[in-house]
């Protein structure tokens, strides 16, 4: 089956700062790679996700690219603000599936 | 809408004592899924609903049991509650319609269980 590996487990910035959540897959099959973002108390909820047909994607602030090759997609959040605090989590799901695999996340802290 | 819904947001138990956990979604969405998020472990996959009536196993589906006897609601059942099974309890649902991501699950708020 699938498995994501989600690095770092915690990433801390200043304002204003990037920050980039990297993730890796192993299905070759995979060709959805959604994003989500859980803050405290709350549960996740999806922030941006792209396909494999299309290798950036861009929202705001927030970016996913994705390598097919090397079988790795990448979060980047520019211009951190406070409110980005919260725990992130990748996902992969296989071609004909559509349940994800999720990684272990990715915890947050923007200072002020 | 209220979306998905969680009922209860916190409970207590002692060892070997039986809940239930319910989920109901105000969306339409044929899928439902329950999962659990520990510490370090991500979100894992208990169980799952392709439809009214239907269930099957995730990846952690052991001491766990289910039912989706009406499409809106999915509930998961803790028969002799252990305290491995001390968790956070996320639901989730999504849909399948023509040239829709039915991979995007909107999440409940969570029931944080404690077995001692």
């Known amino acids: 089956g699938e498995n994501v590996e989600q690095h770092p487990s915690t990433l801390s910035v200043q304002e204003g700062d990037s920050a980039v959540i990297k993730c890796t897959y192993s299905d070759s099959a995979s060709n959805y790679f959604p994003w989500y973002k859980q803050e405290l108390g709350k549960g996740p909820q999806l922030i941006i996700d792209i396909r494999s047909n299309v290798g950036e994607k861009k929202d705001q602030r927030i970016a996913v690219t994705l390598n097919k090759t090397a079988k790795h997609f990448s979060l980047h959040i520019t211009e951190t603000q406070p409110e980005d605090s919260a725990v992130y989590f990748c996902?992969?799901?296989?071609?004909?599936?559509?349940?994800?695999?999720f990684g272990r996340g990715t915890s947050l802290i923007v200072h002020p | 809408n209220a979306g998905v819904t969680q009922t209860p947001k916190f409970r207590v138990l002692k060892t070997g004592q039986s809940m239930t956990l319910l989920c109901a979604q105000d969306?339409?969405?044929?899928?439902m899924y329950w999962y659990r998020q520990d510490p370090g472990m991500g979100l894992r996959l208990i169980h799952y609903?392709?439809?009214?009536?239907?269930?099957a196993k995730g990846e952690v589906p052991d001491g766990y049991n289910v039912s989706r006897l009406k499409k809106q609601n999915f509930l998961l059942g803790l028969e002799s509650a252990a305290p491995s099974q001390t968790s956070v309890y996320f639901c989730a649902s999504s849909y399948s319609i023509a040239g829709g991501h039915r991979e995007t699950q909107y999440f409940g708020p969570g029931t944080r269980l404690l077995v001692l």
């Open positions: 609903s392709v439809g009214e009536g239907t269930t």
């Open positions: 969306m339409n969405h044929e899928y």
């Open positions: 996902a992969a799901v296989s071609g004909g599936s559509y349940i994800p695999t």
